[in-house]
């Protein structure tokens, strides 16, 4: 077989098993062409070595924020920057957030393709902020669908940077969104509680990071959790909740799918599951302050269990860079800090260190990093899998080769890290995506490679539990 590249030697993680012998990947048009017995085949172009590694699909991380406004600060990050700093960390597909602009659902989109186009290196889609329910507003919702947005994000909290949805309104952007044949992505806490609790350490004169969690407890976000699969019910759409970070938000999240059936999937993050709260009681704590906020350790532990049976389907960073001065002002005021940790580097090579630590399989690993969270936003089979057909979107990781986080040794522009001294994987040695190499050893990212990635609604891909 001649083909464009070949990937030579390497295990080759795909959803339904690891090869039992190193195969050879080939690669033409961008494509996996065939997974190939060692040294069949030849290459017009070029031959990659992956002896003694494995070949993953190319992570997929679903939940970024680039340029993205929290109050008065903005995060200090663009595409390029963004996705080179995915691609160094085996990442080669982001997902961004649009908002609706309170006018126009499609020229929001069109925005955000115009900021990341030619600026990209890996390949980006986009999901729909929608914070309200005006008849313009939800008509407008089908314009995103035909520009190839199919996933609506709602927040059921942020009341003061008017992005709160009441019930009524929340019901009526799910079933819009199920009309559509789209995704309803759901931030889950509770903006009463929220209110409430942040109303009362101001009173109180409590602003230290250190009293987010208790401000923003586990039940703000189990309720939140039941309402939104309540809300959904029965309408035909798809209930996908973002960053959980809790216990109790699980065990909401697991009744709600006894009774209602939904939520259909279940997204958490690496904060979630390698931090704690005793992040936020440090010198530094308002730097760590995200939302949900950093939970108990048997939170996380419980999370980990999750992961690993299959309650929670994938994982996504919820990168948001700020710079260490944009939190530091701050640390006396938690409500005016803003919220967000960098990730969308980091988030591969942890998740798969501590996995593997703790005895999770290669192919669960591709799925919660990768196979998941195509499958469920309608990119499964081009994306998250080395499958012959699908994109050359893979990541090759020495497993035995470990390296300890320093911020200053990533490719994010951030002047700190949440991970600072966390051990984990070593920066993959070759990333490509359609087949060209994005990073890894000797290679400089090719700005604007990335391509937007038009998602179908409907796609029976999408939702379907593993």
């Not at 709600?256 to 931090?275: D, I, M, N, V």
């Amino acid at each position: 077989m001649i083909c464009d590249v070949i990937v030579r030697n390497g295990s080759v993680v795909i959803p339904e098993r690891l090869a039992p012998q190193p195969v050879d990947v080939a690669i033409t048009d961008g494509r996996v062409a065939a997974l190939l017995d060692r040294g069949d085949g030849s290459a017009r172009e070029r031959e990659w070595d992956a002896s003694g590694c494995v070949v993953m699909p190319g992570g997929i991380d679903s939940h970024v924020h680039v340029c993205w406004p929290y109050l008065e600060s903005r995060t200090m990050d663009d595409y390029t920057s963004a996705s080179r700093a995915a691609a160094a960390g085996g990442t080669t597909t982001i997902m961004d957030f649009a908002m609706e602009g309170r006018d126009d659902p499609g020229e929001a989109v069109r925005a955000r393709q115009r900021q990341a186009a030619d600026a990209c290196v890996v390949d980006f889609s986009f999901h729909l902020v929608v914070s309200e329910a005006s008849p313009k507003i939800l008509e407008g919702l089908a314009e995103a669908v035909a520009l190839g947005v199919t996933s609506f994000k709602v927040y059921m909290t942020y009341r003061r940077r008017g992005l709160a949805v009441d019930p009524a309104t929340l019901a009526a952007i799910a079933g819009r969104v199920a009309e559509l044949g789209g995704v309803l992505a759901v931030h889950a806490e509770a903006a009463d509680i929220d209110d409430s609790g942040t109303a009362e350490m101001q009173r109180r004169g409590l602003g230290a990071a250190r009293y987010l969690p208790d401000a923003k407890p586990p039940r703000a976000e189990a309720l939140a959790i039941a309402a939104a699969a309540e809300a959904t019910a029965g309408g035909g759409g798809r209930l996908c909740i973002l960053h959980l970070s809790s216990a109790e938000g699980l065990e909401a999240a697991n009744e709600a799918r006894s009774r209602w059936g939904q939520p259909e999937a279940l997204e958490t993050c690496p904060q979630y599951l390698l931090l704690d709260r005793r992040s936020l009681e440090g010198a530094h704590g308002q730097r760590f302050l995200c939302s949900p906020p950093l939970r108990e350790p048997g939170d996380a532990l419980r999370l980990w269990t999750g992961l690993a049976g299959g309650e929670i389907d994938f994982i996504g960073s919820d990168h948001c860079l700020f710079l260490t001065a944009q939190k530091d002002r701050f640390a006396d005021a938690f409500w005016d800090c803003p919220h967000g940790l960098p990730g969308v580097e980091t988030r591969v090579g942890l998740t798969m260190a501590e996995g593997l630590r703790r005895g999770l399989a290669l192919q669960r690993l591709a799925e919660v990093t990768s196979t998941g969270a195509a499958r469920w936003y309608g990119l499964y089979p081009r994306k998250g899998t080395l499958l012959p057909g699908s994109d050359a979107d893979l990541a090759v990781w020495d497993l035995e080769d470990r390296s300890v986080i320093r911020s200053e040794g990533l490719h994010m522009g951030c002047d700190w890290t949440p991970f600072e001294g966390h051990e984990s994987l070593s920066p993959p040695r070759l990333v490509m995506v359609r087949g060209k190499a994005v990073a890894g050893e000797g290679v400089t990212p090719p700005d604007g490679w990335g391509e937007f990635l038009s998602r179908s609604s409907g796609d029976t891909a999408m939702g379907v539990r593993r």
